[in-house]
């Protein structure tokens, strides 16, 4: 083990695939997901590390803004640039191979633009495309991984979000419940810094110490001591801010950076048993405490249910939810069977086997049971369509009120929803869901509660109509970060903090926590060239 | 008052075929790749299968689902026994293998007079995977009964008989039909419901019943390969026979050159 973090010089660098950014292609490089609108003249496509580090030296020298981007599946505007440069690593789309990594997992060693779904068709199906020019070693290891039933847990909403985004931002999904965010599954990863150099880090070689301090050196040798930032991490899904803490891993100081440290353009990822079987089931509620009861019960008993995830709806969301099946019919992704007297409904992803499937589903129809629902009610999918029937029907909330919003916009263009991403510890569920009741409930505002209950995080949808309830909105949500920050929970649980979310982490990290992030920040960036605006202001 | 002493008993024909979705050609071989692909319920008998439920639910009658194939063909009746259906029926034996739709369509049917009779008798329009929409009529035709085929709307329903809409090229044909008939329902019929969680497990207490070439009173030369008067001699992969043409250059221009394209090949009205 050690604390000295090792950076390397490429030994030739091709010249840097860069050219001028096209009116038309504003609308694609400029914006992510959010709609936050960026500027930029220059584009970067490269396709290799060494293309990626020629553009960095080339910026470095030029003092060009650079900011990273792929898929722009991101919704908090990290991949939008502010003045300069897109580096955009679509083109670096190649599966590399399969490793085994110290532990002896099997890796799908890629780079970063590869797509999360060609990645997870990849390994279900064995077949990659570019298996016939691997080496000899990842053939073997190929066929080996044919013989067993692996998979590569995260599952982020956005299937077409490439790996390297998923791993700035430690990416996570419904199944974060069972199998936790991206960053347990990331075994190396390559990242080119601004100055063209590289670091190869491979999980469990290089730590901060207990006091937190590690080193940085140089290709000539020169070592330069610094630290990993203090605070402490919540105990509950986070993705707000550097990861921190004496003695962590310096592999997951950048995992989660947000393309703020340094370009990560290769990554192996580890490989994990699939459940033999896989099914949902959408339960329904006459209340909402009902579904809150069911949970907490559900919870204690994951284990011997295979629970892998755990969802909700709250009451107003099933209203959206029946009024689009009113406008829309059977394309609304809504099934028709969608019980006229449900308030809530959960959905839970249950990986189990053959032999324990009876007992399994069993347990979940007594607890449906025991807080008066039923079972003759609740949805079951077995099949791959049937899942893809209920992944729509959970895909047409957000739609709806993506849909809403809209409207509204035609009225008020500047007009947005209000998406809360925060997080509490089990024992604030209860607590937290009665105060954004009855906080948004006083206000008359429109708002959807949905999300991911089995981790005490749930999303606040706010639908304002008028500028005055944006404004109102956005003062509810700040009262709730405070809230939140004092049941010691996260601000920024899944979605990152990009750049619209930096007043939020503050709440989170206080002044010295944002000073912390700078330090670091710094140390990698000196000229705060990369990633403008993301986490910390260029001041 | 009812003429009828018993239940209405309503028949819903199966089958299990491989999940095209996720079928991929290994780019090597250029041959299907089988691992880690589902075995599913074709997806065009779900809304046999929901008709089936929904004659039954007006009629207070009892629905049995019935499908031919190997041991794990019990999948699919697993699926209709957790949407709603009462009984599920295994047409499972060796002698049954490589049967084209004439032999399946007899098996279907000797395995529907046993366990019958039948009122209505429901299935898909066609199997995803041999796609020829044979199986249906050729159990009407075996069992002597008339068949309404590519049903889109069950109107009504009594003890009698059912009222449908039946999908043609020209138009829609409005029918009534007694019972017993067969009917082939197209996915414009309906919005088959999603199985419950109550329906599942009631599927995986309850185990299949097995009928097999014996138990049906088949004969070797009625069933399989042995009663099938047609063969499969040789599959192709279809090939494009379209000309393939790219046009470049500004919009304006492009859009004119295709438009003078499209008038010279015919496909422009003049």
Redesign the interface.
Known sequence: MSNKLQIQRFSELPPPPVRELNAGEGTKYLTDESRYQGTATALALPRSSEQVASVLAENRRTGTPTTVSAARTGITAGAVPQGGMVLNLEKMDSITGIVKDKDGVFCVQCQAGVTLRDLK?SV????F?EA?HWSRESREHLEEI?QRRLFYPPDPTETTATIGGTVACDASGAHSFAYGATRPYVARIRVVLPDGNYIDLPRGTCFADRNGVFKLVAPDGTEQETKVPRYKQPPTKNAGGYYSGPGMDLIDLFIGSEGTLGVITEVDLRLTEAPEKS?A?V?FWQTEQQAVDFIEAIRRDRDHIGLEAAEFFGPNALSLLRRRREELG?TSGV???LPDHANAANYLDIGTTSAD??AS??A??AK?HNFNG?????????????RE??RLFRHALPETVNDRIGTVQKRFPSLTKLGTDMAVPDEHLRDILRQYRRALDSTGLQYVIFGHIGDNHLHINILPQTPEEYELGKKIYWDFAHTVVNMNGSVAAEHGIGKLKKDFLRIMLGDEGIREIAAVKRVFDPAMLLGRQTLVSAE | MSRRTRKIRIAVCIKQVPDTSELQIDPETNTLIRQGVEAVLNPLDEFAIEAGLRLREALAGELTAFTMGPQQASEVLEKALAMGADHGILLCDKAFAGADTWATSLTLARALKQNGPFDAIFAGKQAIDGDTGQVGPGIAAHLGIPQVTNISEVVSADEEGVEVKRMLDTGTAHLRAAFPVVLTALKEANEPRLPTLAGRLRALHSSAQTSSAETLGLSAEDTGLNGSPTRVVKIDVPRPARKRKTIEGPPASAARNLFTHLQEDGCLLK
């Open positions: 068709k279900r199906s064995g077949t495309a016939a044919k099914c089931v339960t059977e099934p028709e069977s499937e009876y589903l069993d979940v129809a449906v039923r079972a003759e009610h609740c949805w079951f999918a077995g099949t791959r369509a049937d029937r209920l």
